[in-house]
């Protein structure tokens, strides 16, 4: 059974960069799938942030384009999230998941980190 | 972006009720490939979005198939025909069809 469990700091401060870990474990991500960070905002709204795919290539919410990247480590199956000069609008708990690009669906998720930001 | 208009927001209902949400897309879901990638996931109170149905219609294994999806082109609809006091939470349409992803605004489903 699949399993992603995200890890980093709670706390960020405003223009710092926010870094979080998904680690996975019973399925190699580069067997398959596209990896992918999605964040929830208080008050429900959630969005898409980007993926890296199995084969290493990225792809990002152009909203976040210039601020977000997405890397990974194959050797402990894990994939990695940073999001740069962050303010209070990025506090949100942040999830990590599975996705298939051929069928749109996100079928395993982390249970979530929650970051806030703030001085 | 895809904007996706959940109503309602918030749904009361009791236990055996049926109850539908409806999910409306700013733009065609259909793709060129002739099919239609809208999501429905259930987000329990302290737990992880899962998935209830994906491509409009399908349900996801596992889950009951007292839940049912429908719909067409901009406009989908969720049904759970006999709530449980399982089925609380909030509900989210998602597209697949236009990038960037994006999600609807949710709705809350609480029991009386």
């Known amino acids: 059974e699949i399993q992603l469990q995200e890890s980093g700091p709670g706390l960020v401060k405003p223009s710092q960069s926010l870094s979080l870990t998904c680690s996975v474990t019973?399925?190699?991500?580069?067997?398959?799938?596209?990896w992918s960070w999605i964040r929830k905002f208080p008050g429900n709204k959630m969005e898409w942030m980007g993926y890296?795919?199995?084969?290493?290539?990225?792809n990002y919410n152009p909203s976040l384009k210039s601020r977000i990247s997405i890397t990974r480590d194959t050797s402990k199956n894990q994939f990695f999230l940073q999001l740069n000069s962050v303010t209070t609008e990025d506090t949100a708990t942040y999830y990590c998941?599975?996705?298939?690009?051929?069928?749109?669906?996100?079928?395993?998720w982390g249970q979530g980190a929650s970051v806030t930001v703030s001085s | 972006d895809v904007v996706l208009t959940q109503t309602p927001p918030t749904l009361s209902a009791t236990i055996g009720q049926s109850v539908s949400i409806s999910c409306r897309s700013s733009?065609?879901?259909?793709?060129?490939?002739?099919?239609?990638?809208l999501n429905w996931l259930l987000q329990r109170p302290g737990q992880s979005p899962q998935l209830l149905i994906y491509?409009?219609?399908n349900l996801e294994s596992g889950v009951p198939n007292r839940f049912s999806g429908s719909g067409s082109e901009t406009d989908f609809t969720l049904k759970i025909s006999g709530v449980e006091a399982e089925d609380l939470g909030v509900y989210y349409c998602m597209q697949a069809t236009h990038a960037p992803l994006t999600f609807g605004s949710g709705t809350k489903l609480e029991i009386k």
């Open positions: 890296i795919s199995y084969s290493g290539s990225t």
């Open positions: 733009q065609s879901l259909l793709d060129s490939d002739g099919d239609t990638y």
């Open positions: 998941a599975r996705y298939e690009y051929t069928t749109g669906v996100m079928d395993a």
């Open positions: 491509s409009v219609s």
């Open positions: 019973g399925y190699t991500i580069t067997s398959g799938y596209d």
